[in-house]
């Protein structure tokens, strides 16, 4: 499997890879990790004719604590968010969601920033951003701006991001001190994309639920938030009723296509019994 | 297209060539430099027969462009021998385990348990099925794989010739 031609750009800095894209438009695409996008140009269902390695730009990589939230660079790989303490201590649903993606040499390359731009529904990390309330920073020829994870996504491979801006970071506001949070993900092997995954991440305060979010993967043709059935854990004591309200409500928001993974009903349950296992797992870890 | 220039270091030597960027990098070490260790299998980054050490990481060579390897020290099967010749560790533990059949995959594994090695140098059971995860053997069902990764974790950490 021969990818088409291309050129190869390398930038030395932001400036240089912005400029390139905006020279290119549409023809040109930036590479990451390049494990989203090389399968798709083996495949010729991506074709760009220029191609700009974002491989040199060390200031995309890293993770850092800005004030009340952690900034995650878009470079920042799979791996990275695996070792890191500062995400370990802060916000570890990230390490949860990071080893459930494709094998360990895939998470040597594969990058967080890749991961939420491309806009594929299989991809795992959309759906936990839009539950942790991230923002995408994006700069273009015209600037910088934010764009908020639950407002990003489009349609499949549609997103907010304009053809000449660049995904450069991931902000994410710190979740409470002593929050619960699961990531419960169905599949058929190792590495596969979901047949349905659920995001939960929820706070309690004196056996009463002080704050939900619900997010789920791969049952739409983009990731789905989830607001009406996190909102309807809020103020309960996340009871088995509650917790089946709180399934029905994602269950109704979740619409699956019909594929290999499974008719419609199935991973419609499927989603239903993954948000049932996180919200119960997330339970468990959340401190009363 | 125009070629670009290329240059890394293999095995401990500097190579270079001029290739198209298209070029992936299993290619290069293949077809250019005639390293034919490292195989071609799905060619869809799932199978991980491709698998070579670069700066440190395992990676899929079939999901990458050479271009993409400039200025990258990659170490391939066919740098994994001792230097006097003699087999690496995780070598003597595939033979001496009977961790292959037909052996297509032996290049990736082992690369692969290279890393996982380096990182953790005494890996549980279910820690070497997971580091492994990303290759697949479709003839041992991986229990002399697990076996022999396990083997050379111990002769590396020296236990296996204190016990004997």
Avoid: W
């Amino acid at each position: 499997m021969i990818p088409g031609a291309f050129e190869y750009h390398r930038p030395a800095s932001l400036d240089e890879a912005v400029t390139l894209m905006t020279n290119h438009g549409d023809e040109g695409r930036v590479v990451a990790g390049g494990h989203s996008l090389i399968p798709m140009m083996k495949l010729r269902l991506a074709v760009p004719t220029h191609l700009i390695d974002l491989g040199n730009l060390a200031d995309l990589k890293g993770i850092r604590a800005v004030g009340k939230a952690v900034e995650i660079g878009a470079m920042t790989t799979q791996h990275d968010l695996i070792a890191s303490d500062l995400l370990a201590e802060t916000c570890p649903i990230l390490r949860e969601v990071a080893l459930t993606i494709a094998d360990p040499q895939v998470r040597y390359c594969g990058t967080v920033g890749g991961n939420v731009a491309n806009g594929d529904p299989g991809n795992d990390m959309p759906a936990v951003m839009q539950c942790l309330g991230a923002s995408f920073m994006l700069r273009g020829p015209k600037g910088a701006r934010q764009v908020a994870a639950r407002a990003f996504y489009e349609a499949a491979y549609f997103t907010a991001r304009k053809d000449d801006e660049i995904l450069t970071a991931i902000s994410i506001p710190l979740p409470a001190q002593g929050h619960g949070y699961a990531y419960e993900k169905l599949k058929r092997k190792v590495g596969d994309y979901a047949i349905a995954a659920a995001a939960v991440v929820l706070a309690m305060d004196g056996g009463k639920c002080k704050s939900a979010a619900i997010a789920l993967t791969n049952v739409g043709e983009t990731p789905i938030f989830a607001e009406a059935a996190g909102n309807s854990l809020v103020g309960t004591a996340v009871d088995d009723g509650a917790i089946a309200k709180a399934v029905a409500a994602a269950k109704a928001v979740a619409k699956p296509a019909a594929d290999m993974r499974g008719p419609q009903d199935y991973r419609s349950h499927a989603a239903g019994v993954m948000v049932e296992r996180a919200i119960k797992r997330a339970l468990t870890r959340a401190k009363r | 297209m125009n070629k670009v220039a290329v240059k890394m270091t293999v095995n401990g030597q500097a190579v270079e060539g001029r290739v198209e960027p298209r070029l992936l990098l299993i290619h290069f070490l293949r077809d250019n430099l005639s390293l034919t260790g490292p195989h071609v299998g799905c060619e869809t980054s799932h199978c991980g027969a491709c698998t070579v050490d670069l700066d440190g990481k395992s990676v899929k060579s079939c999901t990458i462009f050479a271009v993409q390897a400039e200025g990258a020290n990659l170490t391939t099967i066919e740098g994994m021998a001792n230097a006097d010749g003699t087999l690496s560790a995780l070598q003597e533990g595939f033979m001496q385990e009977h961790g292959l059949q037909c052996g297509y995959c032996t290049p990736g594994m082992i690369m692969r348990a290279h890393r996982l090695l380096q990182e953790n140098p005494n890996p549980s059971e279910a820690e070497i099925r997971m580091g492994l995860s990303g290759n697949l053997c479709r003839c041992t069902g991986y229990q002399n794989i697990v076996k022999a990764v396990r083997y050379a974790a111990d002769k590396l950490n020296g236990r296996r010739e204190a016990a004997e």
